[in-house]
């Protein structure tokens, strides 16, 4: 047994988990970690290895596991839902990017074949930084998260493409000549083989290994395909990368494709970090240091190059310009699979050993940049759009979709607008339609806009951190502002500008991380709804259930916790004054209003108010009932209840919900303007 290569594995892994450790508590990408430990482990380092053949071999077989995780994960389904994002602003993105990094290569004195393959390496971005990025900011749902990593799902697709390309362009005119019937028939026969594997030996081949419920047998089987498929290819004069994509797809589609992909996950975690480690071996530091102005200038020109046709991308697809900002700072790095394609093209010939090391220098330097890009991002797309822009271009399709809608706000009063339309967005609206209250709808997305158009919603094309926007939907004469977009930075922007437009109109704001509340409340939020508390909720009041507590006393319980503003929960994490100062003191202690619905069958219908002594039995007050378009406002002794009225009440908790049972069993008192947090 070589014990010499097995302890210098054990010094890199060391070196790796020290250097990673320290990285996550700066918050840098682990993939920077990996290339920084194989630049001290390298030859040019501590020279703990000086030779990198061992590490390539287990580096070859990362990336075939890198291409068949990928190709598990690839979905026709899902690619379809977003497939305008994808194909087009992908392809937009991609083709940009290459072309002006093409032209840049030729006038730097590359030659033709290599300044096509720069280009094409450069229009890649990395999926795994930018995932963990997004995920870390709570952005993947946003619409500069959903923009971006659809993107990346079309720069991930292109790989396959791209290194089936580079034998042919470092190839010879001869080469060249000889290989397209070859490869033709090559890839006849791959695909007969794909579909007959798709289609019947891997399905039933699954399906019998799945019924001996044999974990092992179970990922040998799944790792056997995959080196199977990419053997196969490489016997055909393919490459194993593509071999394993295949053999991804083969799964794909399959029931067993979840399973499947959390198997190999952890093997293609530790190999894939011997892939990155390996290019840091390669990486030259005398180089670095010698060139250190080109380097620093060649990655400044990358990230600028990248932020113009990442947001020229975007902003062709019709999205305002804010969005298309974050989005070009969210792509402005160079990729991961950028270093499987430049490690392939210089065994190829394709790049000299001085491009070679100056693409891996300045690659490095725009990955570690991601974090402080993304940090100032959402200052610089705000700045820009301070600056005497025409309004046609900060909101690219502004004057179609939000004109129509200015003829009509003129008329509209009293309304509820709505910002955002996902499933909190959807859900408020389908209640205001049920319920006959005026509504309108704010999107950024233009597709959708068009679609629930076509379906008959009141929704309109725009970006609600604008000012224009807002007077465009009638913030000043609304009464309820929604906001229910999954970006934090552009809900707290909305309502500020809201908050300063119209300080009558009642803010509720959704946000997903309880941390976010004290900001909005302070920013003008009438009322915050953290997804972390509505789900403890919805969580404690199922488990109380099962130990048989009544009902109305959970009920009881959810009222309290929600009219107290969380105070509850927010006690027990240790931040009890999450309400401002200034809303505590605009309303009196234990003041609430409800409204209640009459049931039909309830003993209250028929009767008079006189007859009822609501007052004195229950110790509430009747302000107002609603009767179909007719508002009764103080109604007498004399007026008598039907059923179907909504009746408008205001005492304490503890009383509006003891006349609930009186109404109906199904009322559950209804938070209005008064009972704030």
């Not at 798709?198 to 179970?218: D, G």
């Not at 607008?417 to 339609?433: E, Q």
């Not at 009642?506 to 409340?521: D, G, K, N, S």
């Not at 509850?568 to 003041?591: C, N, V, W």
Request: charged letters at 15%; glycine letters at 8%.
């Amino acid at each position: 047994m070589n014990t010499a290569f097995l302890g210098d594995l054990v010094m890199v892994f060391a070196l790796s988990i020290a250097v990673i450790l320290l990285f996550s508590r700066m918050r840098v990408p682990s993939i920077i970690g990996f290339l920084l430990t194989g630049i001290l482990a390298g030859p040019s380092g501590l020279k703990i290895i000086c030779t990198s053949d061992q590490v390539d071999l287990f580096a070859e077989f990362g990336v075939v596991l890198l291409l068949f995780t990928i190709g598990i994960e690839f979905s026709l389904k899902r690619l379809l839902q977003i497939k305008r994002s994808v194909f087009m602003g992908g392809t937009f993105q991609m083709a940009l990017t290459s072309v002006l990094g093409y032209v840049a290569s030729l006038y730097l004195g590359f030659d033709m074949p290599e300044a096509i393959f720069m280009g094409l390496l450069i229009s890649l971005s990395s999926t795994a930084i930018m995932l963990k990025v997004l995920d870390e900011r709570s952005e993947v749902t946003s619409p500069h998260g959903r923009n971006t990593l659809a993107v990346l799902i079309f720069q991930d697709i292109s790989v396959v493409a791209i290194m089936l390309a580079i034998p042919f362009l470092a190839g010879s005119s001869e080469q060249l000549q000889g290989s397209p019937p070859a490869f033709l028939f090559k890839g006849v026969v791959l695909l007969v083989l794909f579909f007959l594997g798709y289609k019947w030996l891997v399905p039933m081949l699954l399906q019998q290994v799945a019924n001996t419920r044999n974990r092992e047998l179970f990922l040998l089987t799944i790792i056997l395909i995959c080196l199977g498929v990419a053997w196969l290819t490489y016997s055909l004069g393919l490459s194993l990368a593509l071999g394993a994509f295949l053999a991804g797809l083969i799964i794909s589609e399959s029931e067993f494709s979840h399973d499947a992909l959390g198997r190999i996950l952890p093997f293609r975690d530790v190999f894939v970090s011997f892939f990155f480690i390996s290019i840091g071996m390669l990486l030259d530091l005398s180089f670095i240091l010698q060139n250190l102005w080109i380097v620093s200038l060649s990655a400044l020109g990358i990230v600028l190059l990248k932020m113009f046709t990442g947001s020229f991308a975007i902003l062709a697809l019709g999205f305002p310009l804010r969005i298309s900002i974050l989005v070009g700072l969210a792509l402005a790095q160079v990729g991961e699979f950028s270093f499987v394609l430049s490690k392939a093209g210089y065994g190829f010939g394709l790049l000299t050993e001085g491009h070679y090391q100056l693409f891996l220098a300045t690659s490095l330097i725009t990955m570690a940049a991601t974090p402080f890009l993304m940090s100032v991002s959402g200052p610089v797309a705000d700045t820009v759009m301070r600056l005497p822009l025409s309004e046609r271009f900060k909101h690219a399709m502004m004057p179609e979709k939000v004109l129509a809608f200015s003829e009509e706000a003129g008329s509209r009063t009293d309304h509820l607008i709505v910002v955002g339309y996902g499933v909190n967005g959807r859900n408020v609206s389908k209640a205001a339609r049920m319920a006959g209250i005026p509504y309108v709808i704010l999107e950024v997305n233009p597709e959708t806009v068009h679609e629930q158009r076509a379906l008959g919603e009141p929704i309109y094309y725009g970006d609600a951190t604008q000012e224009a926007v807002l007077k465009h939907i009638g913030i000043m004469r609304a009464r309820v502002l929604v906001i229910a977009v999954p970006d934090a930075p552009a809900t707290r922007a909305i309502t500020l500008l809201a908050r300063g437009m119209n300080p009558n109109v009642h803010i509720i704001a959704r946000t997903r991380f309880v941390t976010e509340v004290r900001p909005l409340y302070d920013l003008g939020a009438d009322e915050v709804i953290p997804e972390e508390y509505e789900t403890s909720i919805e969580i404690f009041s199922r488990a109380l259930s099962e130990y048989l507590v009544p009902r109305d006393e959970i009920e009881r319980m959810i009222a309290e916790l929600r009219s107290g503003g969380y105070q509850m929960l927010r006690s027990l994490s240790g931040d009890a004054t999450t309400t401002s100062q200034s809303h505590i003191e605009k309303y009196i202690p234990d003041f609430r209003i409800s409204t209640l619905k009459v049931k039909e069958g309830s003993p209250v219908v028929g009767r008079t108010l006189t007859e009822l002594m609501i007052r004195k039995r229950y110790r509430v007050s009747i302000l107002g009932i609603r009767r179909g378009e007719q508002i009764i406002y103080n109604p007498g002794g004399e007026e008598t209840l039907q059923a179907g009225d909504d009746l408008v009440i205001t005492g304490q908790i503890e009383c509006i919900l003891d006349i609930v049972p009186l109404l109906g069993p199904e009322n559950i008192p209804e938070q209005t303007a008064t009972d704030r947090q």
